[in-house]
């Protein structure tokens, strides 16, 4: 049974920062791209990062570069998501997802399992 359990979702204050998590297991981790996405009420579900089996290549949204790190440590089949300078428009449902793609390939349907989101919430 795989499964990907997010956390560290929250409220937070425009420019604040939180970190998220993402806890694998029933899988190689350290076999599969790994990519976080997110969705914002009335909008499409985006890739905002993702990060290759060895962490050596990395995605990033335009709207988060330079804010957003994404990061992984096999030992632990975690990957996590930094997120400073947190806006408004960050609010979304964030989604963790495990691929078999190459990290710079965001389509949705080159990742197999999901995880069931974690709300963040950035205030003015």
């Known amino acids: 049974q795989v499964q990907l359990v997010e956390s560290g979702g929250g409220l937070v204050q425009a420019g604040g920062s939180l970190r998220l998590s993402c806890a694998a297991s029933g899988l190689t981790f350290n076999e599969r791209t790994m990519g976080w996405f997110r969705q914002a009420p009335g909008k499409k579900r985006e890739c905002v990062a993702a990060i290759s089996w060895s962490g050596i290549y990395k995605y990033y949204a335009d709207s988060v570069k330079g804010r957003f790190t994404i990061s992984r440590d096999n030992a632990k089949s975690t990957v996590y998501l930094q997120m400073n300078s947190l806006k408004p428009e960050d609010t979304a449902v964030y989604y963790c997802?495990?691929?078999?793609?190459?990290?710079?390939?965001?389509?949705?349907?080159?990742?197999?399992?999901w995880g069931q989101g974690t709300q963040v919430t950035v205030s003015s």
């Open positions: 997802a495990a691929g078999l793609g190459a990290a710079y390939d965001t389509a949705e349907a080159k990742y197999d399992y």
